[in-house]
């Protein structure tokens, strides 16, 4: 069956389905590998070639199923060379047929649920490792694939240490393979991978993000993914005690420099709930007081906590253009960012905090901050722990000075 496909008999051996495949195929790698287009052309060759008729394709939302999955560069119309055979694509109802009668629909991980009830006998899940509801999508996505004599599952990720990719590489039954992005070169940009590999190469975040390695906690780290894991809720109490976005401040919108830190979160009952992350780089100081008066507004804080430590008064009067009348705190540290972390990382231990979903960005700088090597400012991780601290630390100790 593999004669008739020719991409498969030309790709790489980590883009090829492997051998010994019986149910599922992990396909990790970096960023720009070729994950997607390894992805689509297995789909294409079980549905052209090898008799497959019904097909899940699942992905974080419906809009990457369709942008990327779908009509993406490397999707399955855009990989379709002979438009006899091109597939149709019926966005209104999430679903793509092909002339042999081969149906795929679309889902998206947030609504795990939309699995139960649908069978098929194939299925595609891209980037399961951002699905914020991964194993509870996955654990319907199993039960719903029960046709047919060889029902296959193949997952396509750029792997990050959560509870579902942990899983998959720890199943014996799953064969995982890994591709970097080097060994893609050929198809990205003139000098892209010798840039990345500048910025990025021997770093944790490069092993992950350009050869596809699964990178888990390192040693040093205050928090850990099992912790964070163990409490994250799909729901939080409609009604709390009080809600708070906190904001770390950046200066300069200048290119490399640090990230503006804003975080809502929120108190029921001496439990700690982050609710979102807002934080982003390359933000002028007028830009990230409206993100993080919008966040407070949309989330129904009562208070904007700013850390006053660079900018003093500059921050009150940022918050202030923005027409706001939400109060606004302003605090100095008496600590050093890994000294007021300590406390809010043993509240994580203890299981008084949970997040609402999942906040890759916000998470993954949480489990590397501390550990020998972290060289990035933990902007994120900052304006965490001082929403936290204002919600449950706040009359612990002199670890800050509320300056108004």
């Not at 999955?69 to 999707?75: D, T």
């Not at 629909?105 to 299925?123: C, K, M, N």
């Not at 100081?285 to 966040?295: G, M």
């Not at 043993?346 to 550990?371: I, K, N, P, S, W």
Request: with cysteine.
């Amino acid at each position: 069956m593999l004669a008739a496909h020719k991409f498969l008999l030309e790709a790489r051996d980590t883009q090829a389905p492997p051998p010994g495949l019986s149910r599922t195929w992990l396909l990790t790698g970096g960023r720009g590998a070729g994950k997607t287009r390894a992805g689509a052309e297995f789909v294409r060759w079980a549905v052209l070639q090898a008799g497959y008729r019904r097909v899940a394709l699942v992905a974080q939302t419906f809009h990457d199923v369709r942008e990327v999955m779908v009509e993406g560069p490397s999707g399955l119309l855009a990989t379709e060379p002979d438009p006899k055979q091109r597939p149709v694509w019926q966005p209104s109802r999430h679903r793509l047929e092909w002339k042999n009668g081969a149906v795929a629909y679309g889902f998206s991980a947030e609504d795990p649920e939309a699995l139960r009830g649908p069978q098929f006998d194939l299925a595609w899940g891209d980037e399961a490792a951002a699905w914020a509801k991964g194993e509870a999508a996955w654990d319907n996505l199993q039960l719903a694939l029960r046709l047919g004599p060889h029902p296959l599952a193949v997952v396509t990720t750029t792997p990050r240490p959560v509870a579902l990719i942990r899983r998959l590489m720890k199943d014996p039954s799953v064969v995982v393979t890994r591709t970097p992005m080097a060994e893609n070169a050929g198809n990205l940009a003139p000098g892209f991978v010798e840039a990345m590999w500048a910025a990025y190469g021997n770093t944790q975040l490069g092993r992950q993000e350009l050869d596809g390695e699964l990178i888990d906690d390192p040693p040093g780290a205050l928090f850990f993914r099992a912790q964070i894991d163990a409490q994250r809720v799909a729901d939080v109490p409609e009604i709390m005690d009080d809600r708070i976005v906190a904001v770390d401040p950046n200066i300069s919108a200048r290119p490399g420099a640090d990230a503006c830190g804003i975080v809502l979160a929120g108190v029921k009952d001496g439990v700690a709930y982050v609710l979102g992350d807002a934080s982003a780089p390359g933000l002028a100081p007028i830009d990230w007081a409206w993100r993080a008066v919008r966040l407070a507004e949309q989330g129904g804080a009562s208070a904007i906590l700013a850390e006053a430590n660079q900018g003093g008064d500059m921050v009150r009067e940022m918050l202030a253009m923005t027409g706001t009348r939400l109060p606004v705190r302003l605090v100095t540290a008496r600590l050093g960012k890994r000294g007021r972390a300590g406390p809010v990382a043993a509240l994580y231990a203890q299981g008084r905090v949970r997040h609402h979903g999942t906040l890759h960005a916000l998470e993954d700088q949480m489990c590397r901050f501390g550990a020998p090597g972290f060289g990035e400012s933990p902007d994120r991780v900052d304006a965490l722990v001082w929403a936290i601290w204002a919600l449950m630390l706040e009359r612990a100790g002199p670890r800050v000075r509320v300056v108004g």
